[in-house]
């Protein structure tokens, strides 16, 4: 009897032990899953998935393979909290994520004091880096220098124009429109309007009527691609022949399914497109293979799973605040979208924008191509 009871005991403490070393990795993928914005959520999703499938073929992260769970934010800052409190209970060690500025900063607090690295592949407002937290970090640039190129390029180009400046009211779209609007007017341009409006706004007509007044000739807005989208066809429905320019908020070709017509000219800031990378030619090829399109953020979020798979190699270790430190000290490293390097608040070294415009491609469809 006792015999028994001690081989069970053994049993038992093996099955731990094994569990234990050979546990997954578990990697949170946080965005907007569905809602509005669920677009640019497949894309964080899609290229998580894909790039711990590829690190899991060639071995997994030092050794151990990688399991992604998935967390619907819904773009909602609340959503964003309860999806980092389950991550929490999951035992989750490190999250790509989340999409919306206004999500990753708040779930950013309750992943520091849990010990859980992040690392965000779309949220540009700089206070997301710059509150001193040890976890934060992101595959994308910040605002503030989208803005610069996006305020010299009013002031080179629309001097004399009456520029409307628009934003959504959130910490990104508000965000990138006073970064915008600080450049431009460091430049020498100073708009004749600005106004914000709310999320999930359908009728711009009263906006429109006082652009027109005015006498707006270009509007920049800051925000996403849903609002953009509807204000687009609203003013060209309202007969306002104004340039529409924005930033990386409207990358996603779902932007014309929404404006139609109206979107041929749009102005656009963005890194340079990814696509084009030709490190990233086989991971892209994979993507289309399997009928999805790799636009946006989708290599950013595949560059931040590999970031995390390389800096845990660099630290030999797996523990979060340890992957952290090798990912400031260590880069720069090999990604889809480029060599990355972070600096000691989690930023990348060699943030990029260019200008694009929207216009109809070879295949008569619209979509945006980076300006030459």
Same mark, same amino acid.
């Given at each position: 009897? *006792? *015999?028994?009871?001690?081989?069970?005991?053994?049993?038992?403490?093996?099955?731990?032990?094994?569990?234990? %070393?050979?546990?997954?990795?578990?990697?949170?993928?946080?965005?907007?899953?569905?809602?509005?914005?669920?677009?640019?959520?497949?894309?964080?999703?899609?290229?998580?998935?894909?790039?711990?499938?590829?690190?899991?073929?060639?071995?997994?992260? #030092?050794?151990?393979?990688?399991?992604?769970?998935?967390?619907?934010?819904?773009?909602? @800052?609340?959503?964003?909290?309860?999806?980092?409190?389950?991550?929490?209970?999951?035992?989750?060690?490190?999250?790509?994520?989340?999409?919306?500025?206004?999500?990753?900063?708040?779930?950013?607090?309750? !992943?520091?004091?849990?010990?859980? &690295?992040?690392?965000?592949?779309?949220?540009?407002? @700089?206070?997301?880096?710059?509150?001193?937290?040890?976890?934060?970090?992101?595959?994308?640039?910040?605002?503030?220098?989208?803005?610069?190129?996006?305020? %010299?390029?009013?002031?080179?180009?629309?001097?004399?124009?009456?520029?409307?400046?628009?934003?959504?009211?959130?910490?990104?779209?508000?965000?990138?429109?006073?970064?915008?609007?600080?450049?431009?007017?460091?430049?020498?341009?100073?708009?004749?309007? =600005?106004?914000?409006? #709310?999320?999930?706004?359908?009728?711009?007509?009263?906006?429109?009527?006082?652009? *027109?007044? $005015?006498?707006?000739?270009?509007? /920049? /807005?800051?925000?996403?691609?849903?609002?953009?989208?509807?204000?687009?066809?609203?003013?060209?429905?309202?007969?306002?022949?104004?340039?529409?320019?924005?930033?990386?908020?409207?990358?996603? #070709?779902?932007?014309?399914?929404?404006?139609? +017509?109206?979107?041929?000219?749009?102005?656009?800031?963005?890194? @340079? +497109?990814?696509?084009?990378?030709? #490190?990233?030619?086989?991971?892209?090829?994979? &993507?289309?293979?399997?009928?999805?399109?790799?636009?946006? =953020?989708?290599? !950013?979020? /595949?560059?931040?799973?590999?970031?995390?798979?390389?800096?845990?190699?660099?630290?030999?270790?797996? +523990?979060?605040?340890?992957?952290?430190?090798?990912? *400031? $000290?260590?880069? @720069?490293?090999?990604?889809?979208?480029?060599?990355?390097?972070?600096?000691?608040?989690?930023?990348?070294?060699?943030?990029?924008?260019?200008? !694009?415009?929207?216009?109809?491609?070879?295949?008569?469809? !619209?979509? =945006? &191509?980076? +300006?030459?």
């Amino acid at each position: 009897m *006792k *015999k028994s009871l001690m081989s069970a005991v053994a049993l038992t403490a093996l099955v731990a032990f094994g569990g234990s %070393a050979w546990a997954d990795i578990l990697i949170g993928v946080a965005g907007p899953i569905t809602g509005p914005n669920a677009a640019f959520g497949a894309q964080l999703q899609k290229g998580a998935e894909q790039a711990a499938a590829d690190i899991n073929a060639a071995g997994g992260i #030092n050794g151990e393979q990688v399991k992604i769970l998935i967390g619907d934010d819904v773009s909602d @800052p609340k959503q964003g909290i309860s999806v980092a409190n389950k991550f929490v209970a999951d035992g989750v060690k490190f999250v790509v994520g989340h999409f919306n500025s206004g999500v990753s900063i708040p779930a950013s607090e309750v !992943y520091a004091e849990n010990g859980i &690295f992040q690392i965000t592949p779309a949220s540009t407002n @700089p206070n997301f880096t710059e509150r001193g937290l040890w976890n934060t970090f992101r595959t994308c640039g910040r605002d503030d220098q989208q803005g610069e190129v996006a305020g %010299a390029y009013l002031a080179a180009n629309f001097k004399d124009a009456k520029v409307a400046i628009i934003h959504d009211k959130t910490p990104y779209g508000q965000g990138l429109a006073d970064e915008t609007k600080k450049a431009a007017n460091a430049a020498g341009v100073t708009e004749a309007m =600005y106004e914000g409006i #709310n999320i999930g706004d359908k009728d711009f007509s009263a906006l429109i009527a006082k652009m *027109k007044d $005015a006498g707006v000739s270009v509007v /920049y /807005y800051g925000g996403l691609h849903t609002e953009a989208g509807l204000m687009m066809r609203q003013l060209a429905d309202q007969g306002l022949k104004a340039t529409f320019m924005s930033g990386d908020g409207i990358v996603s #070709n779902e932007l014309a399914s929404i404006a139609g +017509d109206a979107v041929d000219g749009t102005l656009m800031t963005f890194a @340079p +497109d990814p696509r084009n990378n030709p #490190n990233a030619k086989d991971i892209v090829e994979k &993507f289309r293979a399997a009928g999805f399109e790799p636009e946006a =953020y989708t290599l !950013y979020s /595949y560059a931040a799973v590999q970031v995390i798979a390389a800096a845990a190699a660099a630290a030999g270790d797996l +523990d979060p605040q340890k992957v952290a430190e090798a990912a *400031k $000290a260590k880069g @720069p490293f090999t990604t889809a979208i480029g060599e990355l390097g972070f600096d000691s608040k989690g930023d990348i070294t060699r943030p990029d924008y260019v200008m !694009y415009t929207w216009r109809k491609g070879d295949d008569g469809k !619209y979509s =945006y &191509f980076e +300006d030459k």
